[in-house]
């Protein structure tokens, strides 16, 4: 397992590097922010003063080193919008938003094994149709609408929570409903049929035939089979969280990394984006790699004898799975 | 897209080389030989009629509304603006209320329809392309290819796509052909990833392993029998991004760099109906409802539509009612 | 929760939906809403409304440094709060006011000199005196730190400050300023332990408020400076949060999380709540007259008459904006009372046009309206309805939204050139109220902001800025009546209303600078 993981690490240096390379390109290539930074009336000299003051004026290449340097050094630099390191202000911003993306992603996981478990029980009875339907729609609403609305709905109308802001715990439940909604309607579809597939398969057959009772072949034998599909969709609706949270986090007044990244494209801030990207990608890769494991360990476990598995099935194959389990007609 | 029956190293009865547990080595088909039954069995299942209805007539609107409403859509006027839905009082047009600039709902959603599809349908349509044809390569041929393959796919998904679209958006304008190129990039590691995953299992296969025997090229067993495997799926995979690149569009437009007025889509609609929530919540309900029905209609299709272009799986659609929700129990297929 | 009903009180709310289901949810808002002050409260002062006034901005202040404070989202929090400058424009009548300094006069064709107070400390326990003004004004505006105020009031010329004893400043310029008074009113004063090496992020000031704790990315709390020279403001604390949204900051002001919501659009909900005041912005389309057809006076004028500035304002802003006829509102010396807006009227507008198409100009050449996306409420709306108007008056108008940092590159020199005519919408305020400083960006041949001039007209600029009293507010109000008859480089369509949400437990009333400079001493709980 040690030689996987030193494997997989040393593997993703080199894209972790690309990423930042392509960040630190693009962002340059979005123009100077003198403009932005400066009053609208500025002459010349305090146009080349600022470029000059915040480097923008060496070559891109001598940019980049100088960053790179800095990186190695744990410096990631000063934010031009708010003068504050860089490193500290993605430090503080990314706890905000992992907490958030962790608690939808364990609710949405709980919620789909429950319904989808619950649907597969009798596929195409009611609760299958209506909870593949619901979960279909679900995942197909604007997220920033569905925010608004509750806004609305909920703190406005019928002053159950708080409209926003990070003050008190009911403040949590609108920004996680309206994150769960997109991962919750994908992941009830894959395991309703991850489920569907594994009750119908001989050993739970077996099971039940011995007389366990339905709860316990659900949650012993079947669940477990199905849960393999839906740890790696989970891990690729994970990072998609993160696009959520730009949008979720700036409606709600959520004080994390999305916000913090699309502000800091708006307003030219390189050095926060480029640190905030380069936190984002390596915890990117860090929960990749932690599926990877939890994948081979529940693979190992689940199903040790399956004669047609010839090799580890890596993430991307169950993309594939993913598929293969959509809910039927 | 060749049959593999046509090609005559390959025995007719390709199932009989592929072990027995594998289902997913469907034979490979030719669509244009089960397109009548499909459109037969199509009409037996109520569901997947009603939502295919849905996609002719969404397509139908992209594709005549716009020369039927396009004067209707920006005809402007200021004294009759944020008018209420279902009033027959301002004449048919406005049935479904007006802007706040008081034009038509119903043409501007309408003309949408259009600028919609062309950003959703051409961003599908070519990261579906590549990155299959990428995976599938990639895939096929293992080793260093298959590494710097996924390497890059890597890259690409650890930025999340949404922010990458704003700061290329920001560099290039936000026109819709940059808008489709960006979200187009943004997904391809998807398809990449499953072409990766199904053809480097399909080519350990034994009716792969025999089509090189018989000294056929890569690139022909490419064409001919591992493509057309690994399409089904990846077709539903595209059904299920179409309605993720409709959300990414709006979010765009959220975040102010998405299709820009003039130029009208659902997304942009839906974002900008949002400040007019409280006093006309018809100007983000009736495109957020368009967003959502197109999608629900494209996924019921596309799973109704993988089970019948499987023949391994199609008799279950030709049962008998009764016996119907034993369609559901199909297996997952194991790719290992 | 249920502990909580002695502090639910103090959050008085009318909901705006009347009768039971308003009384309900009122209870139960009510109940949330006192678990959150509960939430949000420290755990030694009990949270009234008394001692807490909650304002929810658009934006977190980027930092609180005083010499930034022209920036709205910093100055909203800074200026008259933390610091305080010598002077102050009082934004209703317009006249300086004393605050740091008691009296002012010109003595010298350059230099100015200044009384100061002699009974103020800072906060942080420094006596204020004349080297503290001298150092502050120094730091602003001649130092190295790229303040933003610098550029902002003062463009490159630097200003010699002198301490002729504790309580006498002596500010000299180069060339004769009459209105050197009214910038240094934008140099908030700090204390000379401030650093002059870099900005600072949490100042400190003389002001009736010190920052108490800034939990960055949530919120920042102002507690009261107990050592205030003046007297002390009503509330003891004031907390601003910030969200993006429009229509959450008018949710808040309405579901009773906020006492004030800043920068609000018309339609964001605010309802009753919502107060209109004029918040000295106007909205212009700015031509390139040098490019055809735009070179031609009469298409210049077609587009000022194919303008429906009452219907704009009346269908987006509910009527609360004023159709323009100049750059600068009512209240900012030099306005013109007596300038009309351009009348509405298609059919002159088509006329003129076709009258320069017969004589040669290429009036189907594109012209390309430019606007910012987000830059003011509405301002898609807005541009969609110019376009299809100007297209009326027989134009070939296209559309183009841009974000911020593409728009400055129309806005400012060196401007977009290769895209032929273009007609960028504009938004200009005058947050000093002297004409001088819209005229010198926008008007002057070479001013930053301006795409057209004469050098008659230029002549006419210098001439008046260096006029003072009654001479200088007629020479700039004649300027803005030559610039619609001569120049004819905007087509101004409004003078804009902010609004600002306000809960009823909160007596505030705007005023046309509340925007830029929030003071929270003229905050007071309604009894």
């Known amino acids: 397992m040690w030689t996987f993981l030193r494997r997989r690490i040393i593997s993703s240096a080199i894209p972790l590097i690309v990423v930042i390379v392509g960040v630190f390109a693009l962002a340059r290539l979005t123009g100077n922010p003198a403009s932005l930074y400066l009053p609208l009336n500025a002459t010349e000299q305090m146009r080349e003063d600022f470029t000059a003051r915040n480097g923008f004026d060496d070559p891109l290449l001598v940019q980049m080193a100088n960053y790179f340097g800095g990186v190695l050094r744990l410096d990631f630099g000063v934010s031009l919008r708010t003068g504050e390191p860089a490193g500290e202000m993605v430090l503080r911003a990314f706890p905000a938003t992992l907490q958030l993306a962790g608690v939808t992603m364990l609710l949405a996981v709980v919620l789909a094994v429950i319904v989808g478990s619950w649907a597969a029980l009798k596929p195409n009875g009611i609760v299958d149709r209506i909870s593949s339907f619901a979960s279909m729609a679900a995942a197909s609403i604007p997220d920033f609408w569905l925010a608004i609305m509750g806004i609305w709905v909920f703190a406005i109308t019928l002053g159950w929570v708080p409209t926003s802001g990070v003050s008190s715990p009911t403040s949590w439940l609108l920004p996680i409903a309206v994150l769960l909604m997109r991962p919750f309607g994908v992941l009830v579809q894959i395991v309703r049929g991850a489920m569907v597939t594994s009750l119908s398969e001989p050993y739970i057959k077996l099971a039940r035939s011995k007389g366990a009772s339905e709860v316990r072949v659900v949650s012993r034998h079947a669940l477990r089979n199905a849960a393999a599909p839906a740890l790696t969709v989970a891990g690729d609706l994970a990072v998609g969280l993160i696009n959520g949270a730009v949008v979720v986090e700036s409606i709600f007044g959520w004080p994390g990394i999305g916000k913090l990244m699309i502000d800091s494209i708006l307003q030219r801030d390189f050095a926060v984006l480029q640190a905030a990207v380069l936190l984002t990608a390596i915890s990117i890769f860090a929960l990749n790699i932690l599926i990877d494991l939890g994948y081979a360990m529940l693979d190992a476990r689940v199903r040790p004898t399956t004669r047609a598995r010839k090799r580890r099935v890596t993430p991307a194959a169950a993309q594939e799975r993913k598929l293969n389990v959509q809910p039927t007609r | 897209m060749s049959s593999p029956l046509a090609n005559p190293q390959l025995p007719p009865g390709g199932r009989s080389v592929t072990p027995p547990s594998t289902e997913v080595i469907a034979l490979p088909r030719t669509l244009d030989t089960s397109k009548p039954g499909l459109f037969h069995l199509l009409l037996k299942d109520r569901f997947a009629t009603a939502a295919a209805i849905v996609l002719v007539l969404v397509g139908l609107t992209a594709l005549v509304g716009p020369t039927l409403m396009g004067d209707l859509a920006t005809q402007q006027n200021l004294s009759a603006t944020n008018r209420p839905p279902f009033s027959l009082a301002e004449g048919w047009q406005f049935i479904l209320g007006s802007d706040s600039l008081g034009r038509s709902m119903l043409a501007r959603l309408v003309v949408a329809t259009q600028t919609t599809l062309s950003v959703a349908l051409p961003a599908v349509g070519i990261s579906l392309v590549i990155g299959s044809l990428w995976g599938v390569w990639a895939g096929f041929h293992r080793g260093w290819r298959e590494t710097i393959s996924m390497r890059i796919a890597d890259v690409i998904m650890s930025f999340p796509s949404l922010l990458l679209a704003v700061v290329v958006l920001y560099v290039f304008s936000p026109s819709a052909a940059n808008i489709v190129l960006i979200l187009a990039l943004t997904r391809i590691p998807i398809y990449l990833r499953t072409a990766r995953a199904e053809s480097a299992e399909l080519q350990s296969r034994t009716f792969v392993d025999a089509a090189r025997t018989f000294g056929t090229k890569p690139a022909a067993i490419i064409r001919r029998h591992v493509i057309p495997v690994v399409l089904p799926t990846l077709l539903t995979l595209a059904t299920l991004e179409f309605c993720y690149v409709m959300l990414a569009e709006s979010s765009l437009s959220f975040l102010g760099i998405g299709i820009q007025p003039p130029d009208v889509s659902w997304g942009l609609m839906v974002a900008q109906g949002r400040q007019y929530l409280q006093t006309a919540w018809w100007l983000s309900l009736f495109p957020g409802l368009a967003i959502v029905i197109t999608t629900v209609a494209a996924n019921v299709l596309a799973a109704w539509l993988r089970i019948a272009t499987d023949p391994a799986q199609r008799w279950r659609l030709t049962l008998k009612h009764k016996r119907k929700r034993f369609i559901a129990r199909m297996p997952v297929k194991e790719v290992a | ?527």
């Open chain 3, 1 to 527: 929760m249920s502990s909580s009903s002695s502090t639910s009180a103090n959050h008085k709310f009318r909901s705006p939906r009347s009768g039971l289901v308003g009384a309900a949810i009122a209870a139960g808002s009510m109940l949330i809403l006192s678990s959150c002050a509960v939430a949000n409260s420290e755990p030694s002062t009990g949270t009234t409304s008394a001692d807490l006034v909650r304002i929810v901005l658009p934006q977190e202040p980027p930092t609180l440094e005083p010499c930034e404070a022209n920036l709205t989202s910093t100055g909203v929090v800074v200026r008259s709060n933390i610091t305080e400058p010598l002077v102050e424009r009082n934004p209703t009548t317009g006249d300086l006011d004393p605050l740091l300094a008691t009296e002012w006069e010109a003595t010298g064709d350059t230099e100015w000199t200044f009384t100061l107070r002699d009974d103020v400390t800072f906060s942080d326990g420094t006596p204020f005196n004349a080297e503290a003004a001298a150092f502050a004004i120094d730091r602003a505006v001649n130092s190295d730190l790229g303040c933003n105020v610098e550029g902002y009031v003062f463009g490159d010329n630097d200003l010699v400050v002198t301490a002729v004893d504790e309580t006498t400043l002596t500010v000299s310029t180069v060339t004769p300023d009459p209105i050197l008074p009214l910038r240094l009113s934008f140099v908030e004063i700090v204390p000379p332990s401030t650093d002059t090496a870099a900005k600072v992020r949490e100042p400190v000031g003389t002001g009736p408020y010190k920052v108490k704790q800034w939990d960055a990315g949530t919120k920042l709390t102002l507690e009261r400076n107990d050592d205030y020279w003046g007297d002390a403001p009503a509330y003891a604390e004031a907390e601003y949060q910030w969200r993006a949204e429009g229509t959450v900051r008018a949710a808040m002001i309405t579901s009773g999380e906020a006492d004030l919501a800043m920068g609000l659009g018309a339609d964001d909900g605010a309802g009753d709540l919502g107060l209109d005041y004029p918040n000295n912005e106007t909205v212009a389309l700015r031509l390139t007259a040098e490019i055809a057809p735009l070179n031609d006076i009469r298409v210049r004028q077609a587009i000022n008459y194919a303008i429906d500035k009452q219907g704009i304002t009346d269908s987006l802003y509910q009527g609360a904006h004023i159709p323009a006829a100049q750059l600068v509102p009512e209240g900012i010396v030099g306005h013109n009372p007596d300038l009309k807006p351009w009348e509405f009227d298609v059919a002159k507008a088509s006329a003129l046009v076709a009258e320069a198409k017969a004589d040669g100009v290429p009036v189907d050449e594109k012209i390309t309206i430019v606007a910012r996306n987000a830059q003011f409420p509405k301002v898609s709306e807005m541009s969609q309805i110019l376009q299809e108007q100007l297209t009326q008056a027989g134009l070939n108008v296209e559309l183009k939204m841009v974000d911020t940092s593409a728009h400055l590159q129309y806005q400012l020199r060196p401007f977009v050139t290769n895209e032929g005519p273009i007609a960028l919408l504009i938004q200009h305020g005058n947050q000093a109220g002297d004409a001088a400083f819209s005229v010198e960006q926008y008007m002057t041949t070479t001013g930053a902001q301006s795409v057209y001039g004469t050098p008659e007209f230029d002549t006419r600029l210098t001439d008046a800025s260096v006029l003072t009293g009654d001479d200088r507010e007629s020479a700039y109000q004649d300027i803005f009546e030559y610039q619609n008859e001569e120049i004819v480089q905007f087509a101004f369509i409004a003078h804009q209303t902010g609004v600002i949400g306000k809960a009823a437990a909160v007596d505030y009333t705007p005023n046309s600078s509340s925007g830029d400079e929030l003071r929270l001493a003229e905050i007071t709980p309604v009894s």
